[in-house]
């Protein structure tokens, strides 16, 4: 598989994203889905300009994502890929992307969230969504920057 890291960050390209993870990870490609996005050109723009110098970047909905890499269309590149929530990331998972794990970085306080970090709230619909996903043997982290320790999500929501 080339994808070499999946994260799960509302703000999708940013400064950690675009200089500390990508640089450490040593990815050449990012990799952003989400249905909401593929549609807005403003962020598409945006995201154009967040990305590193030299590194590929492509901008898909859920299904064109699953499409993608279940084709192996980013087979010889090391992907980093991106989502703007849980249920995208779970969605890509449950579509058969063959992901074992993920990171979860930033995803703001809302109505009906609760944080379980800095930086990290959780509505209920996403409690479930990464209890099932862990029942089912996904490794997910919670980890802002990649100094910040890896530990289990699952330590945060007790």
Not at 47 to 63: D, E, F, H, M
């Given at each position: 598989?080339s994808?070499?890291?999946?994260?799960?960050?509302?703000?999708?390209?940013?400064?950690?994203?675009?200089?500390?993870?990508?640089?450490?990870?040593?990815?050449?490609?990012?990799?952003?889905?989400?249905?909401?996005?593929?549609?807005?050109?403003?962020?598409?723009?945006?995201?154009?300009?967040?990305?590193?110098?030299?590194?590929?970047?492509?901008?898909?909905?859920?299904?064109?994502?699953?499409?993608?890499?279940?084709?192996?269309?980013?087979?010889?590149?090391?992907?980093?890929?991106?989502?703007?929530?849980?249920?995208?990331m779970?969605?890509?998972?449950?579509?058969?992307?063959?992901?074992?794990?993920?990171?979860?970085?930033?995803?703001?306080?809302?109505?009906?969230?609760?944080?379980?970090?800095?930086?990290?709230?959780?509505?209920?619909?996403?409690?479930?969504?990464?209890n099932?996903?862990?029942?089912?043997?996904?490794?997910?982290?919670?980890?802002?920057?990649?100094?910040?320790?890896?530990?289990?999500?699952?330590?945060?929501?007790?």
């Amino acid at each position: 598989m080339s994808i070499i890291h999946a994260r799960v960050d509302e703000r999708l390209i940013h400064g950690q994203v675009a200089t500390v993870w990508t640089n450490l990870l040593g990815a050449n490609r990012i990799i952003v889905v989400n249905d909401k996005v593929v549609h807005d050109k403003m962020q598409i723009n945006a995201l154009k300009l967040a990305r590193p110098t030299g590194v590929k970047l492509s901008i898909l909905s859920i299904n064109k994502g699953i499409e993608n890499i279940k084709n192996g269309k980013y087979d010889d590149d090391k992907a980093f890929l991106i989502t703007r929530n849980i249920q995208d990331m779970k969605n890509l998972i449950d579509g058969g992307i063959g992901l074992t794990q993920f990171n979860v970085g930033n995803i703001s306080s809302k109505p009906g969230s609760k944080s379980i970090k800095n930086s990290v709230a959780l509505t209920q619909d996403d409690v479930d969504a990464i209890n099932e996903l862990i029942g089912e043997g996904i490794k997910i982290t919670a980890q802002m920057v990649p100094g910040e320790s890896d530990a289990s999500i699952a330590t945060f929501l007790k």
